[in-house]
């Protein structure tokens, strides 16, 4: 069974920044797309950012100029650098990858960013 491990969240005041990490489970080199997800209270879950096998990145509008996707095949790890932080990130962020050995999406348990004043 696939696990992947969060970390990084936090309270935040706007404009600053906070790094997350997801750690997947599994032999190195295993998934394909990698990224993130966040869902605000009383809002639907959104994508954030993907990292795909084949290194192309893409973001969601609102965060373009201000958030990094990256990732480290040889850990199954994918980070989020999120700068400049708003209000409007606040969120529960979830990290999601698919395994080459399936196509199946697997999600993390999530990570408070809170950005408040």
């Known amino acids: 069974q696939v696990q992947l491990v969060e970390s990084g969240g936090g309270l935040v005041q706007p404009g600053e920044s906070l790094r997350l990490s997801c750690a997947a489970s599994?032999?190195?080199?295993?998934?394909?797309?990698m990224g993130w997800y966040r869902q605000a209270p009383g809002k639907e879950r959104e994508w954030v950012a993907t990292?795909?096998?084949?290194?192309?990145?893409n973001y969601r509008d609102s965060v373009k100029g201000r958030f990094t996707i990256s990732r480290d095949n040889a850990k199954n790890a994918v980070y989020l650098q999120m700068n400049s932080l708003k209000p409007e990130d606040t969120a529960v962020y979830y990290c999601?990858?698919?395994?080459?050995?399936?196509?199946?999406?697997?999600w993390g348990q999530g990570t408070q960013v809170t950005v408040s004043p």
């Open positions: 599994g032999s190195p080199f295993s998934y394909g797309a």
């Open positions: 990292f795909t096998a084949g290194g192309t990145l």
């Open positions: 999601f990858a698919v395994p080459l050995s399936n196509n199946q999406p697997n």
